[in-house]
């Protein structure tokens, strides 16, 4: 007998605060996802395992988890064994009625492994804890760079447009955002440096781009721009060295610092004035690897909003 379509809670819990745990592991489940800015359901579907000659259900399974972005469902399991036995009996039950719904049983140690996995939780201990909030996730990221990506093929349609990353803090994001443009591209970076402690804004290149960019189609392709100075500065740069074209596309804006007025062309995310480290951004060079974007909490030396030298 084929099962009948599974029942569906609605609406199934995705917060802390609406969502009436029944386990602490599962609540400790739900704040990490919330750490990784992972979309979740708690317990929204019952999947019927097995129904009388009247249709009543006899018994069922109704995974704790649903992730949205990753589309599996998640079981929290203890290692009491009476409990695992049962639980694998009917995860086997399930995917013989239900074969295209994916459920993974996970043990507590197993938690970060399963994130990392899919690249979200690939941050370690020390890290972690120096995070406040993740701004924006791993799959906020990725959708917004394919959005970008599409709007830049979009308007360079018929040219080659070169794009020139300012190290070290775009690295991620070049990467990224050059495999979303759907055109021929080619690109340049450039190294440069603040001067620190004269206040002046004054930009040094250290290390210049390969390419001459006469007559070429250029996209600066920057990480954030908070006062806009050196953005400012690079840009009368390149300007003097007459490219057909110069544009800007930066991943966050950082408006409310604001000392120039620079014009950004694509803009990822508008971001708070505080600082952002994660996804190629940089705390005095730590953090580069994080795979979301988030702020740090202050500690005595700690990061004050905009203020670090690149
Ligand atoms: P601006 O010249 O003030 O616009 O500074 C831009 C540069 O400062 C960026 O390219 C970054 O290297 C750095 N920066 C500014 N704000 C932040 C932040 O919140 N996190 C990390 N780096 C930042």
């Not at 006899?58 to 079981?75: N, T």
């Not at 197993?110 to 201990?125: C, S």
């Not at 070049?174 to 979303?180: E, Q, V, Y």
Request: glycine letters at 6%; proline letters at 5%; a negative charge.
């Amino acid at each position: 007998m084929s099962p009948r379509p599974f029942e569906a809670r609605s609406p199934a819990p995705t917060t802390i605060e609406d969502a009436r745990f029944a386990h602490e592991s599962e609540e400790e489940f739900a704040r990490l996802l919330d750490f990784y800015g992972v979309r979740w359901q708690y317990e929204p579907r019952t999947f019927p395992l097995q129904r009388g000659d009247d249709g009543r259900i006899l018994e069922a399974f109704s995974p704790d988890f649903y992730l949205v972005d990753l589309d599996f469902y998640v079981e929290l399991t203890t290692l009491k064994q009476g409990l695992v036995t049962d639980k694998h009996r009917k995860l086997r039950r399930m995917r013989e009625l239900y074969p295209d719904v994916e459920v993974k049983l996970l043990y507590r140690r197993d938690y970060v492994r399963l994130l990392t996995k899919y690249g979200i939780g690939a941050v370690n201990e020390q890290e972690r804890m120096s995070v406040r909030e993740v701004l924006f996730s791993a799959s906020e990221i990725e959708r917004r760079i394919g959005e970008l990506g599409w709007e830049i093929a979009r308007d360079y349609h018929g040219r080659e447009p070169l794009l020139v990353g300012v190290l070290k803090g775009v690295t991620c994001f070049m990467a990224d955002l050059m495999r979303h443009v759907a055109l021929p591209v080619s690109i340049d970076f450039m190294t440069i440096s603040s001067y620190e402690g004269d206040g002046s804004g004054a930009v040094r290149v250290v290390q210049d781009l390969s390419e001459n960019i006469a007559g070429r189609h250029v996209l600066i392709v920057e990480d954030i721009v908070d006062t806009g100075m050196t953005l400012n500065h690079l840009m009368k740069q390149l300007q003097a060295r007459e490219p057909a074209s110069l544009a800007v596309c930066a991943l966050l804006d950082k408006r409310a610092r604001r000392l120039v007025d620079v014009q950004l062309d694509y803009v990822g995310f508008e971001v708070p004035d505080e600082f952002v480290v994660g996804y190629g951004l940089d705390f005095r060079q730590r953090f580069r690897n994080l795979p979301f974007i988030a702020t740090v909490r202050s500690e005595p030396d700690g990061p004050d909003a905009g203020t670090e030298p690149r």
